[in-house]
């Protein structure tokens, strides 16, 4: 089947103002905040914006994560300034005394600090407008270095800035992400746009798939991820997911797309049903397309998993159409008394086999009444079932109105791993059901 490429990951750059074109611009991220180099928190803030800058063209050619220090702060932008024509730093823009990023741009650019009294205006109104009473250190917020462009931020304190030190353009937003997602897109990138940043359209499509490991698919389509090949296929592997991200580049959309569209009609060809979804998309929004499609519901029977399949699900809008319910029954006697499994048949084969499983999905598809009923157990870890069932054996069961089957495979990871991927196992199990493949 042939996918046009979604425009919402395409952007065209203007050519207006080409004085400030760069042949190969280079541009860098600094990410601020001893939490981020401490590892408490992930910088999530780096890879948005790179997504975000490669749309309008712009080759993000280093990340750099720099603690809450004036010193290496300096440092940090002074290489930066040095090496890329565009430097965008996220964070050190509020009120605390760590905060220390104006400071460090102002002395960067040798230059002194400034009231902005529009800036301060606005902070007075955020706090009058929460109730709050203002702390006379928020003033510093609305200091700035002498003539940098003041970015407004109507969703928080921080204002952005804006400004040119030596031959770089230089940013710095604030690192709440929504403050930052915002002022990005309505502020900052329309700038970088009239200045004459980028200058090319830059496709980025992604292709995700499950049930074969990264060398087999790989080996399917070698071809396409060789070194050098135009447009770059990438392929990448997170929790069992595979997925392939085609790198398109031309001067217009349209040739964008033509480049782009005949690689993603070879790899659906050459992958099949292995492939569920593009960019963002998980395996529950796959199965929940195809249970609206179908007009199909589902229950869900979970030992290993306990809940995580429901959970997924659930996180569909729209999930009460078809999500009957589900039983969490990771103790053998819920399975029996709770799902009617024999218990007989659990001291013949043991809760973790093949017959349980099967015997659990159309178990919770009776109780529930649901057209597809969905079980997983398994040994997620520490604990395994013996030499002959390690841990990471995992059962899908799946059941419907013409009959039942299992599925059976050995997971590898933690044991929060396992679960994660024993889920999705299950939830391709019911995509590949209601495909209609065997």
Same mark, same amino acid.
Request: with cysteine.
């Given at each position: 089947?042939?996918?046009?490429?979604?425009?919402?990951?395409?952007?065209?750059?203007?050519?207006?103002?080409?004085?400030?074109?760069?042949?190969?611009?280079?541009?860098?991220?600094? %990410?601020?905040?001893?939490?981020?180099?401490?590892?408490?928190?992930?910088?999530?803030?780096?890879?948005?914006?790179?997504?975000?800058?490669?749309?309008?063209?712009? =080759?993000?050619?280093?990340?750099?994560?720099? =603690?809450?220090?004036?010193?290496?702060?300096?440092?940090?932008?002074?290489?930066?300034?040095?090496?890329?024509?565009?430097?965008?730093?996220?964070?050190?823009?509020?009120?605390?005394?760590?905060?220390?990023?104006?400071?460090?741009?102002?002395?960067?650019?040798?230059?002194?600090?400034?009231?902005?009294?529009?800036?301060?205006?606005?902070?007075?109104?955020?706090?009058?407008?929460?109730?709050?009473?203002?702390?006379?250190?928020?003033?510093?917020? !609305?200091?700035? @270095?002498?003539? !940098?462009?003041?970015?407004?931020?109507?969703?928080?304190? =921080?204002?952005?800035?804006?400004?040119?030190? +030596?031959?770089?353009?230089?940013?710095?937003?604030? +690192?709440?992400? %929504?403050?930052?997602?915002?002022?990005?897109?309505?502020?900052?990138?329309?700038?970088?746009?009239?200045?004459?940043?980028?200058?090319?359209?830059?496709?980025?499509?992604?292709?995700?798939?499950?049930?074969?490991?990264?060398?087999?698919?790989?080996?399917? *389509?070698?071809?396409?991820?060789?070194?050098?090949?135009?447009?770059?296929?990438?392929?990448?592997?997170?929790?069992?997911?595979? %997925?392939?991200?085609?790198?398109?580049?031309?001067?217009?959309?349209?040739?964008?797309?033509?480049?782009?569209?005949?690689?993603?009609?070879?790899?659906?060809?050459?992958?099949?049903?292995?492939?569920?979804?593009?960019?963002?998309?998980?395996?529950?929004?796959?199965?929940?397309?195809?249970?609206?499609?179908?007009?199909?519901?589902? !229950?869900?029977?979970?030992?290993?998993?306990?809940?995580?399949?429901?959970?997924?699900?659930?996180?569909?809008?729209?999930?009460?159409?078809?999500?009957?319910?589900?039983?969490?029954?990771?103790?053998?006697?819920?399975?029996?008394?709770?799902?009617?499994?024999?218990?007989?048949?659990?001291?013949?084969?043991? !809760?973790?086999? =093949?017959?349980?499983?099967?015997?659990?999905?159309?178990?919770?598809?009776? *109780?529930?009444?649901?057209?597809?009923?969905?079980?997983?157990?398994?040994?997620?870890? @520490?604990?395994?079932?013996?030499?002959?069932?390690?841990?990471?054996?995992?059962?899908?069961?799946?059941?419907?109105?013409?009959? %039942?089957?299992?599925?059976?495979?050995?997971?590898?990871?933690?044991?929060?791993?396992?679960?994660?991927?024993?889920?999705?196992?299950?939830?391709?199990?019911?995509?590949?059901?209601?495909?209609?493949?065997?």
């Amino acid at each position: 089947m042939h996918h046009r490429c979604d425009n919402r990951y395409i952007a065209e750059v203007s050519t207006l103002d080409s004085h400030y074109r760069r042949p190969a611009m280079k541009a860098e991220i600094i %990410s601020i905040g001893t939490e981020i180099t401490s590892g408490q928190n992930l910088d999530t803030n780096c890879q948005w914006l790179s997504r975000r800058l490669a749309e309008l063209g712009i =080759a993000v050619a280093f990340h750099t994560t720099v =603690a809450d220090d004036l010193h290496d702060n300096l440092a940090a932008f002074r290489i930066a300034i040095g090496r890329a024509g565009l430097v965008i730093a996220t964070g050190g823009l509020g009120p605390t005394l760590d905060d220390l990023t104006r400071e460090a741009l102002a002395q960067v650019a040798s230059v002194e600090l400034e009231f902005h009294e529009d800036s301060w205006r606005h902070i007075q109104q955020l706090f009058t407008r929460r109730n709050r009473a203002l702390p006379e250190r928020n003033r510093v917020q !609305a200091m700035f @270095p002498v003539g !940098a462009e003041v970015i407004p931020n109507p969703l928080g304190t =921080a204002p952005g800035i804006l400004m040119k030190i +030596g031959t770089s353009t230089v940013v710095a937003m604030p +690192g709440v992400p %929504s403050e930052m997602f915002a002022m990005f897109d309505n502020e900052i990138k329309p700038r970088l746009i009239a200045m004459g940043f980028g200058g090319e359209v830059i496709v980025q499509r992604k292709i995700n798939t499950f049930g074969a490991g990264e060398s087999a698919i790989e080996e399917k *389509v070698s071809d396409l991820t060789r070194r050098g090949h135009v447009p770059e296929v990438g392929i990448t592997a997170s929790d069992a997911t595979i %997925s392939l991200r085609i790198f398109a580049r031309a001067p217009t959309i349209s040739e964008a797309e033509a480049v782009c569209a005949p690689i993603e009609k070879i790899i659906r060809e050459r992958l099949g049903n292995l492939v569920f979804g593009v960019e963002d998309e998980e395996l529950q929004n796959a199965v929940a397309r195809l249970l609206t499609e179908k007009r199909q519901t589902i !229950a869900v029977a979970e030992s290993m998993t306990a809940g995580l399949v429901c959970n997924r699900l659930a996180q569909i809008p729209g999930a009460s159409g078809w999500l009957r319910g589900g039983v969490v029954c990771y103790g053998s006697r819920v399975k029996i008394e709770v799902l009617g499994v024999p218990e007989s048949m659990i001291q013949e084969h043991g !809760a973790v086999s =093949a017959p349980v499983a099967e015997r659990l999905a159309a178990a919770v598809r009776s *109780v529930l009444r649901s057209d597809v009923g969905l079980s997983v157990v398994g040994f997620a870890g @520490p604990d395994a079932g013996g030499p002959n069932q390690p841990i990471g054996t995992t059962f899908v069961g799946l059941a419907w109105a013409g009959g %039942s089957k299992t599925i059976h495979f050995n997971w590898n990871g933690t044991r929060t791993e396992i679960q994660s991927r024993a889920a999705k196992m299950a939830l391709n199990a019911v995509r590949l059901h209601l495909l209609g493949t065997t």
